[in-house]
């Protein structure tokens, strides 16, 4: 009996591969299909096709594994020992994160079908934004029983105008091979509660907060400034961000001292 094993072709498609590699024996077929992820953000391959030139396949693979993120900025599920008996050891999407929301990521894969014909779909994962101890952004991505992987994002993030944190990575475009920068934009708000930490709040529903060590803060009339390092490894000197809010300080009736912060769309946050 030949030896059954699946892997990824260019475009994100299954193929089926028999034999042995060292020998003309064996076949390959593409399985024409797209991934999905459930609300456990566990992985599927959805079979367009189940019948193809006489051969049947099921109407869905199952992977399961660890998510991560790849230095390119690709989705990979590092799979289990079941999957990996004729998957391999992992998995990876090539594509681009499209977009990203308070509580979910949305990663962008680009296919073709077997009559050549180019498709762009998207995967929805669900979790909650962090920062690790090197404040690094991180998703935390959702799993059953309480179970989370984490998706780091190695580069460096900044502020825009709008007091908005910024993520950019440069990545080569799949067909052309040309490189493009890809800019993603965290929508939310700062908050400052604790002594040299400063926090940028998604969604206070699902706990999704960049809580950044920082250096102490300068406080001027009409500025907040602080200081955050950047690094990936402790002995390694960080790079720094500064964090500059501007806005007006202001004084309530129980003689609490408040700082409002303008937003976009004249939004105005204490």
């Known amino acids: 009996m030949q030896k059954v094993h699946y892997e990824l072709d260019l475009n994100n498609r299954l193929v089926l591969k028999s034999g042995k590699k060292s020998t003309l024996t064996g076949f390959r077929r593409v399985i024409d299909g797209r991934f999905?992820?459930?609300?456990?953000?566990?992985?599927?391959?959805?079979?367009?096709?189940p019948v193809s030139r006489g051969h049947r396949f099921p109407n869905q693979f199952r992977l399961r594994g660890e998510w991560s993120l790849t230095n390119t900025h690709d989705l990979r599920l590092t799979l289990d020992k079941e999957s990996r008996k004729t998957f391999g050891d992992k998995v990876t999407l090539e594509g681009k994160i499209l977009d990203v929301k308070?509580?979910?990521?949305?990663?962008?894969?680009?296919?073709?079908?077997?009559e050549?014909?180019?498709k762009t779909y998207v995967l929805n994962l669900g979790g909650a934004w962090k920062t690790d101890k090197y404040n690094r952004l991180s998703f935390h991505v959702k799993r059953e029983k309480q179970r989370t992987d984490i998706l780091t994002f190695k580069g460096v993030w900044e502020i825009n105008k709008n007091h908005e944190i910024v993520y950019r990575y440069e990545k080569a475009l799949l067909i052309r091979k040309k490189r493009k920068i890809h800019t993603l934009i965290f929508?939310?708000?700062?908050?400052?509660?604790?002594?040299?930490?400063?926090?940028?709040?998604?969604?206070?529903?699902?706990?999704?907060?960049f809580d950044f060590t920082a250096r102490a803060g300068i406080l001027k009339e009409r500025y907040i400034k602080y200081e955050v390092g950047i690094g990936l490894k402790r002995k390694a000197k960080p790079l720094k961000r500064t964090v500059t809010l501007f806005g007006r300080w202001?004084?309530?009736k129980a003689s609490w001292?408040?700082?409002?912060?303008e937003y976009e769309n004249k939004k105005i946050r204490e």
């Open 36 to 49: 999905k992820v459930n609300k456990n953000n566990e992985l599927s391959y959805r079979v367009k096709s």
């Open 102 to 114: 308070a509580n979910s990521l949305l990663f962008a894969i680009t296919t073709k079908t077997k």
């Open 116 to 118: 050549g014909v180019q």
């Open 187 to 209: 929508k939310g708000h700062w908050d400052i509660k604790k002594r040299l930490r400063i926090s940028y709040v998604l969604s206070k529903d699902t706990n999704s907060v």
């Open 250 to 252: 202001k004084m309530k």
């Open 257 to 261: 001292l408040t700082f409002e912060v």
